[in-house]
């Protein structure tokens, strides 16, 4: 199995000289990297972190917004044999101090534009830590590959730890090794029509697993180009889909949801005969789906050309995507693949293939290497149970903490606390998360996800959060916290706005069983609830936010 230093010095060796990352940085202009001068670079950087005294399993950090040069400090890191801790730059001073003391970087990387923060962030920390820029253009000879620390590292040895947030106590460290990256880059890889003539559009942010496996060392190996934009406003995302002529780009459900509401609210809004014309040809278009005729392109270009006119599919990842949305698209001309994983996997498990390879509602089969299984759990219903996976993808353990390691890697299965069920030709599908599940009195068990995918049918709610409200009978009642679409006119007092919510919460729910419908709900007080990078809403934020009003408290969830 081979190492994350052999995995680049592969893809330089068989595309050398076409560029690999590129994206215009804010005060630098266009930045343009091939292959060959990634790992020139990135040897440059290795050098000066080795004669730092930087050796094999040292922890470096990296903080940096996605750039070209994100992956100068990934693999320079590597190559000097060293540990990279990937940093989230959205974090607080004090997040960011807790990881960092945690894992006992000895260096932190950063770039032009947060080279003040990272400043900062050594001065608060209690021991020195050394400061490198990934943004230098110096460049140096890499081989022979064996010079380096890096080379000397085996497929069981470390190359990253994923770290969570949280400003105090123990935020929980994923170790991964090279083996496990490598390998889940190549077998990630291997089902996907990709190659020289693709650009990746990246969105997602590089230091969480999905985007530096698949939207990185993915177009790496395969010869495709990386774009990274400078901003992630809908129009400057639009406008370099057309320009850079994407073909591919990573994305979190809320995207695909925020681009499916635009392309239907335009479509609607233009009003007479063309949303006549419009509502037919869509609801024949969905229809054919049925029996595997996709009419999208033809009868929408539409929609593509103002989309992302060179675009051949989306991958969907870090939540579950609604089928609903995914499904309007495809009939619209824009295919979306969901995929399924975890930080702890490296984190692809999963994945549906473009064209008949894609089956809606589904994460898709295991990928080459994988294996599956689904384990009795407390109230699923038949054939549903706990997913646990294996591969040499699974990670190493949690740092520093045996116990949750134990606890969660048992036998060689990793635990993944999702609960699914696997049907056809190996395709799974996510029922919800265990953590999240919501028991009633009568002991049933409601998947907060399903309801929310039924609430986020309603062009009234920007989003919605679904969670369990402690009943005084015993058990859990449905509980929905709504955000208002800013486009939302809802007149009158603030009784009359709930009323017109709850009408439309009675309504939406109404497709439900009874025991799933929603008992109560609030309107959040802000235009957004807390989300991670990757988008997905923090529903403990959620909740600690509700026990601060004065109609809650800490006993209500």
Same mark, same amino acid.
């Given at each position: 199995?081979?190492?994350?230093?052999?995995?680049?010095?592969?893809?330089?060796?068989?595309?050398?000289?076409?560029?690999?990352?590129?994206?215009?940085?804010?005060?630098?202009?266009?930045?343009?990297?091939?292959?060959?001068?990634?790992?020139?670079?990135?040897?440059?950087?290795?050098?000066?972190?080795?004669?730092?005294?930087?050796?094999?399993?040292?922890?470096?950090?990296?903080?940096?917004?996605?750039?070209?040069?994100?992956?100068?400090?990934?693999?320079?890191?590597?190559?000097?044999?060293?540990?990279?801790?990937?940093?989230?730059?959205?974090?607080?001073?004090?997040?960011?101090?807790?990881?960092?003391?945690?894992?006992?970087?000895?260096?932190?990387?950063?770039?032009?534009?947060?080279?003040?923060?990272?400043?900062?962030?050594?001065?608060?920390?209690?021991?020195?830590?050394?400061?490198?820029?990934?943004?230098?253009?110096?460049?140096?000879?890499?081989?022979?590959?064996?010079?380096?620390?890096?080379?000397?590292?085996?497929?069981?040895?470390?190359?990253?730890?994923?770290?969570?947030?949280?400003?105090?106590?123990?935020?929980?460290?994923?170790?991964?090794?090279?083996?496990?990256?490598?390998?889940?880059?190549?077998?990630?890889?291997?089902?996907?029509?990709?190659?020289?003539?693709?650009?990746?559009?990246?969105?997602?942010?590089?230091?969480?697993?999905?985007?530096?496996?698949?939207?990185?060392?993915?177009?790496?190996?395969?010869?495709?180009?990386?774009?990274?934009?400078?901003?992630?406003?809908?129009?400057?995302?639009?406008?370099?889909?057309?320009?850079?002529?994407?073909?591919?780009?990573?994305?979190?459900?809320?995207?695909?949801?925020?681009?499916?509401?635009?392309?239907?609210?335009?479509?609607?809004?233009?009003?007479?005969?063309?949303?006549?014309?419009?509502?037919?040809?869509?609801?024949?278009?969905?229809?054919?789906?049925?029996?595997?005729?996709?009419?999208?392109?033809?009868?929408?270009?539409?929609?593509?050309?103002?989309?992302?006119?060179?675009?051949?599919?989306?991958?969907?990842?870090?939540?579950?995507?609604?089928?609903?949305?995914? %499904?309007?698209?495809?009939?619209?001309?824009?295919?979306?693949?969901?995929?399924?994983?975890?930080?702890?996997?490296?984190?692809?498990?999963?994945?549906?293939?473009?064209?008949?390879?894609?089956?809606?509602?589904?994460?898709?089969?295991?990928?080459?290497?994988?294996?599956?299984?689904?384990?009795?759990?407390?109230?699923?219903?038949?054939?549903?149970?706990?997913?646990?996976?294996?591969?040499?993808?699974?990670?190493?353990?949690?740092?520093?903490?045996?116990?949750?390691?134990?606890?969660?890697?048992?036998?060689?299965?990793?635990?993944?606390?999702?609960?699914?069920?696997?049907?056809?030709?190996?395709?799974?599908?996510?029922?919800?998360?265990?953590?999240?599940?919501?028991?009633?009195?009568?002991?049933?068990?409601?998947?907060?996800?399903?309801?929310?995918?039924?609430?986020?049918?309603?062009?009234?709610?920007?989003?919605?959060?679904?969670?369990?409200?402690?009943?005084? %009978?015993?058990?859990?009642?449905?509980?929905?916290?709504?955000?208002?679409?800013?486009?939302?006119?809802?007149?009158?007092?603030?009784?009359?706005?709930?009323?017109?919510?709850?009408?439309?919460?009675?309504?939406?729910?109404?497709?439900?069983?009874?025991?799933?419908?929603?008992?109560?709900?609030?309107?959040?007080?802000?235009?957004?609830?807390? %989300?991670?990078?990757?988008?997905?809403?923090?529903?403990?934020?959620?909740?600690?936010?509700?026990?601060?009003?004065?109609?809650?408290?800490?006993?209500?969830?």
């Amino acid at each position: 199995m081979e190492t994350l230093i052999q995995l680049i010095d592969c893809a330089a060796r068989e595309f050398p000289d076409t560029v690999a990352l590129e994206g215009d940085v804010e005060g630098a202009g266009r930045i343009s990297l091939t292959r060959t001068a990634l790992v020139r670079r990135a040897a440059a950087l290795a050098g000066r972190l080795v004669a730092a005294g930087v050796g094999p399993d040292d922890p470096v950090a990296l903080l940096s917004p996605n750039r070209p040069e994100w992956a100068i400090g990934y693999f320079a890191t590597l190559l000097a044999g060293g540990v990279l801790i990937p940093l989230d730059v959205n974090l607080r001073t004090g997040e960011l101090s807790n990881i960092l003391g945690r894992s006992g970087a000895v260096v932190l990387l950063t770039d032009g534009t947060k080279l003040e923060d990272a400043r900062d962030l050594a001065m608060a920390l209690s021991a020195p830590i050394q400061l490198f820029r990934i943004d230098e253009p110096v460049e140096a000879d890499i081989h022979p590959l064996a010079n380096w620390p890096g080379a000397k590292r085996s497929a069981g040895d470390l190359a990253v730890i994923s770290f969570s947030s949280g400003t105090t106590g123990a935020p929980k460290g994923v170790m991964l090794t090279h083996g496990n990256i490598a390998s889940n880059a190549r077998a990630t890889a291997a089902p996907f029509p990709c190659g020289e003539q693709d650009v990746f559009l990246s969105v997602l942010p590089l230091h969480h697993m999905l985007e530096s496996t698949a939207g990185l060392l993915v177009p790496l190996i395969k010869g495709a180009r990386v774009y990274y934009l400078a901003s992630l406003n809908p129009r400057v995302m639009n406008e370099a889909m057309a320009r850079e002529k994407i073909s591919i780009c990573l994305m979190v459900p809320a995207l695909a949801r925020l681009m499916h509401r635009r392309i239907m609210t335009a479509a609607t809004e233009a009003g007479g005969l063309k949303t006549i014309v419009f509502k037919a040809l869509f609801a024949l278009s969905r229809a054919m789906l049925a029996i595997g005729l996709r009419l999208g392109s033809t009868f929408f270009p539409q929609v593509r050309e103002r989309v992302a006119p060179s675009l051949r599919y989306f991958v969907s990842g870090g939540a579950a995507l609604d089928p609903v949305i995914a %499904r309007d698209l495809l009939a619209l001309g824009i295919e979306v693949i969901q995929g399924y994983g975890l930080t702890e996997t490296s984190p692809v498990t999963h994945a549906n293939r473009p064209g008949k390879g894609n089956r809606i509602g589904t994460v898709g089969p295991p990928i080459d290497g994988v294996e599956v299984k689904i384990a009795p759990a407390p109230g699923t219903a038949v054939g549903e149970g706990e997913i646990l996976i294996k591969g040499p993808n699974v990670m190493k353990g949690y740092f520093g903490n045996p116990e949750l390691t134990e606890e969660i890697l048992q036998d060689g299965w990793f635990h993944t606390g999702d609960i699914g069920r696997v049907g056809r030709g190996g395709y799974l599908t996510i029922c919800g998360r265990s953590k999240n599940v919501i028991v009633t009195e009568s002991g049933k068990n409601i998947y907060p996800e399903e309801v929310e995918a039924e609430l986020a049918r309603s062009l009234m709610f920007s989003s919605t959060c679904v969670i369990g409200r402690k009943s005084p %009978r015993g058990g859990e009642d449905v509980f929905a916290v709504v955000v208002l679409d800013t486009d939302a006119e809802i007149a009158g007092t603030e009784a009359d706005r709930e009323d017109v919510v709850w009408a439309e919460l009675t309504r939406l729910s109404s497709e439900l069983a009874d025991y799933k419908r929603v008992s109560d709900f609030v309107i959040w007080p802000g235009e957004e609830m807390p %989300r991670t990078t990757t988008l997905k809403i923090k529903r403990e934020d959620v909740k600690a936010v509700l026990c601060e009003m004065p109609q809650y408290s800490y006993k209500d969830f």
